[in-house]
């Protein structure tokens, strides 16, 4: 006991007040003692201060002791009270116990009012504590029942030793289309994974922990999604596992969506007209659909252990890692340049071609140009050949 410890002593006789105070020094606590040295006193004390202990006389000449305990009791019932007297008998100590006094000094006996009073208040302190701990259990058994009825996540309790469900939340009860009643009782297996019968993760397997899709069979026997995560618990003694699960049903659907998207976009690609790929900033070549195969004469297992530099003629390998460093700070480029065939031969073609910084990679979709070179060609041929007969004739006149 650090603090100090204030004490109210109602006692009309000045020479037993100082006989107690001279005692309590031998408990070595740091204290203050008020005297009330009448009713009046004794009131007006209560109504005014807090004291961790309060000592009273049996007999007073306006007041006594056992009113004094009542009065105590009726404003501060969990301070201690210990009844000092000369007079006291034992059927009046006994009375005083049942009527709620901590414990009763003789004053002819005071060498007992030390260990009485250290006792009293330890006992009180104790007291305290195991409130607060009450307290703080049934705060947070109340939170843990909130959270059970309220949190968006289906909670399962089942016992390790039967692997029967002992407890089911709201929300579980909810994602199985029944009442709760309807789940506990029921083996786990009955009700999640129906397929994992002695093949538990956790109890089985020995895992820590375990975090999985599963199927969770609802009351109409339709098959529900979910993510549950299981993981040993201790309760009372004894374990269990605590499962909790959320429905996936809407992810597993926009995975479906997405699967279905992708193989879209990969037969659009596959069917395009121009040759598509994909590379990373190595330049290494990570998609190629048909038609560049095609065009350029390797088969996809060939192009895809390629890489640019393998396929590009006019670039050499340098040229090629500025020019990709460029598309990605400008995040798209299209240009003209000219590809190795297997054959050895050449391609004219024309490259448009994307960042894409969420993967880090270029997309780029390649159009053969070799027509439109050839017919490029054959007019500036027909150009110059024009230009030399003009030149021709005015050198004649």
Not at 95 to 100: A, K
Not at 135 to 143: F, M
Not at 272 to 277: K, S, V
Not at 295 to 309: D, K, V, W
């Amino acid at each position: 006991m650090n603090s100090t410890v204030n004490i109210l002593y109602l006692e009309d006789n000045p020479r037993d007040a100082e006989l107690v105070r001279d005692k309590l020094q031998q408990t070595g606590m740091v204290f203050e003692v008020q005297i009330a040295s009448n009713r009046a006193e004794y009131e007006a004390a209560l109504g005014q201060t807090t004291f961790d202990l309060i000592l009273s006389d049996y007999k007073l000449p306006d007041y006594d002791g056992m009113a004094a305990l009542a009065l105590a009791h009726e404003k501060y019932p969990k301070i201690p009270f210990i009844m000092i007297s000369g007079t006291l008998g034992e059927e009046e100590a006994v009375d005083c116990v049942l009527h709620g006094a901590t414990d009763f000094v003789l004053k002819q006996h005071l060498y007992r009012l030390v260990p009485a009073v250290m006792r009293a208040l330890i006992e009180t302190q104790e007291h305290q504590k195991r409130l607060k701990t009450t307290k703080a259990l049934r705060e947070s058994e109340a939170l843990h029942r909130h959270l059970m009825a309220k949190l968006p996540v289906g909670v399962i309790i089942v016992d390790a030793l039967t692997r029967n469900i002992e407890s089911v939340n709201a929300w579980a009860a909810a994602l199985y289309g029944g009442a709760a009643e309807q789940i506990v009782g029921q083996r786990c297996h009955s009700f999640l994974c129906p397929a994992q019968e002695k093949k538990c993760p956790v109890l089985d397997l020995d895992q820590k922990v375990d975090h999985s899709e599963k199927i969770l069979i609802q009351v109409d026997g339709s098959r529900l999604p979910i993510l549950k995560s299981v993981t040993r618990i201790h309760v009372g003694g004894q374990e269990k596992l605590l499962e909790c699960f959320v429905d996936i049903t809407d992810r597993k659907q926009a995975e479906a969506e997405a699967l279905k998207s992708q193989e879209r976009h990969r037969i659009i690609l596959q069917t395009a007209m121009d040759g598509f790929w994909t590379a990373d900033m190595q330049g290494r070549l990570l998609e190629v659909n048909d038609t560049y195969c095609s065009m350029i004469g390797y088969s996809l297992h060939e192009l895809l252990a390629m890489r640019i530099t393998d396929l590009e003629v006019g670039e050499t390998p340098n040229d090629i890692a500025a020019h990709s460093l460029t598309i990605k700070t400008r995040g798209e480029h299209r240009f003209e340049t000219r590809h190795r065939r297997k054959d050895g031969s050449i391609l004219d073609v024309e490259v448009s071609v994307q960042y894409r910084s969420t993967e880090d990679k270029l997309v780029a979709f390649i159009h053969d140009i070799t027509k439109r070179k050839l017919a490029e060609k054959r007019i500036f041929l027909l150009n110059r050949a024009r230009h030399i007969s003009h030149c021709n004739i005015m050198q004649v006149d």
